[in-house]
């Protein structure tokens, strides 16, 4: 045991480092070479955005009330049209069989997946939001607090989608699935991903929700790995 | 060495095998043979330790070794039904994925060597969607090359390969064997491996 250990240690710096940054290089090339589908996923987020203020009255006020609300609901939407692609393309290839027989620590791998995911649907979602902020009217400081909320709250979302993603591995209609397992545990990132704003606009200071967004961001860097890894696992066997 | 005590697998309701028992020394391999549905692919995935038996269990180097056990997952490689390779990627990058998730190091000139050696040289930059078959086994055989692991366990390695794939193949089984390797592999196809090496386990 501890020879194999020795060799396999010499021969290699492996460790989560390197875990992480092979899977986050490895998702994040994949998923420019098949831009489309981060195209289309980016699209609808707008076009869902877009949406409520044409059907809804253009009364100003009413849209500077819905808005923060409406932008966070479509940046869950959004996150969780490609969840499938998270591992359901790895588990069909066979490719998440190697990454599970990998020597590297599982929850690490896991973890890069997750960033990638987060870089390629989280940030693109936090960018484009002060944008679609000025369809609704928002005065710039509630523009910067749901920013930085959708900073804090998007993470949370892909953290919570992998266990949800993983979950639903090899089961059949995953896809929908999916939505029905992760959708009620968004619900507190969306309360006070969607309250910062509110706060702010009552006057209120955003802080308390931002802190309580941070906090739970916290839980699920720690948590979501471990549970994907294990989920992974059972999906395998 | 590789040792199964009294292995027993199920699939659902059905039973594949029970008090299977065999070892598998160093410098031995052991050719799995069988009907489809038999359950070669499953043995293979527990031995790998992707699946846990229903009854009985895997030593390796002496040690029992659960699902996922970090020592198995160190000195194995598995090379399964599914390619495990990338459409989007091309043929080198596929191969530079796998090799660098084992974790062994590597060079660049290594990684093309192993291609060259695997007659790819020429679908290097293709991307792995317009590869054939035979070829996306090529890109496996290249990963076995590399991987430098004691433990070989191959699931229908030489489908797909034409006679010189399967000569390729056949050659790094034996250099892995010669080398104090073990390899488990379940085939239909007759390999030209020595004899006082190799065991057969018919499975039915």
Redesign the interface.
């Given at each position: 045991?501890t020879g194999?250990?020795a060799l396999?240690a010499s021969?290699?710096p492996?460790g989560v480092g390197?875990a992480v940054r092979?899977a986050v290089v490895?998702d994040l090339?994949?998923a420019l070479?098949?831009r489309a589908e981060l195209g289309v996923q980016l699209l609808f987020y707008v076009i869902v955005v877009s949406l409520f203020p044409l059907a809804s009255s253009p009364e100003r006020t009413l849209l500077a009330t819905m808005g923060p609300g409406v932008i966070w609901v479509a940046a869950l939407l959004a996150s969780l049209l490609s969840l499938p692609r998270l591992f359901a393309s790895d588990f069909?290839?066979?490719?998440l069989?190697?990454?599970?027989?990998?020597?590297?620590p599982?929850p690490a791998l896991v973890s890069g997946k997750i960033v990638a995911h987060w870089l390629t649907t989280g940030v693109p979602i936090v960018v484009l939001a002060p944008l679609l902020g000025l369809q609704y009217g928002l005065d710039p400081p509630i523009l910067g607090v749901v920013t930085l909320a959708l900073l804090i709250g998007t993470p949370i979302l892909s953290l919570l989608g992998a266990i949800g993603a993983a979950l639903t591995l090899g089961v059949r209609g995953g896809g929908s699935l999916v939505a029905l397992l992760v959708l009620p545990l968004c619900v507190p990132v969306l309360i006070f991903g969607a309250g910062a704003a509110d706060a702010m606009r009552a006057g209120l200071s955003a802080s308390a929700h931002i802190s309580l967004l941070a906090a739970g961001l916290l839980i699920a860097l720690v948590a979501a790995p471990f549970a994907t890894a294990a989920a992974v696992?059972i999906a395998?066997? | 060495m590789l040792e199964a005590q009294d292995l027993t697998a199920r699939r659902g309701a059905a039973t594949l095998f029970t008090g299977l028992a065999f070892r598998v020394d160093a410098g031995r391999a052991l050719i799995i043979t069988g009907a489809n549905g038999t359950g070669k692919t499953t043995l293979l995935r527990i031995l790998?330790?992707?699946?846990?038996p229903a009854e009985g269990n895997v030593r390796w180097?002496g040690?029992p070794v659960a699902?996922?056990s970090?020592?198995l997952?160190?000195?194995?490689v598995?090379v399964?039904?599914?390619?495990?390779?990338?459409d989007?990627?091309t043929a080198e990058?596929n191969l530079r994925?796998?090799v660098?998730?084992?974790?062994?190091?590597r060079s660049a000139a290594e990684v093309s060597a192993a291609l060259t050696s695997v007659a790819l040289d020429a679908q290097r930059k293709l991307p792995a969607r317009v590869l054939s078959q035979g070829q996306r086994r090529r890109i496996g055989l290249a990963r076995l090359g590399l991987s430098r692991r004691p433990l070989w366990l191959l699931d229908e390695p030489a489908t797909a390969l034409d006679s010189a794939g399967l000569g390729l193949l056949t050659q790094m089984i034996a250099q892995q064997l010669a080398t104090g390797g073990t390899v488990i592999a379940a085939t239909h196809h007759a390999l030209d491996l020595p004899a006082e090496r190799v065991a057969t386990l018919a499975l039915s």
């Open positions: 045991m194999a250990l396999s021969e290699a492996f390197a092979w490895r090339r994949l070479r098949s069909a290839d066979g490719t069989e190697q990454i599970a027989l990998s020597p590297f599982l696992r395998l066997d | 790998a330790g992707l699946t846990m180097r040690d699902p996922f970090q020592q997952r160190e000195d194995a598995f399964g039904h599914a390619p495990a390779l990338k989007e990627l990058e994925a796998l660098d998730l084992t974790a062994t190091h």
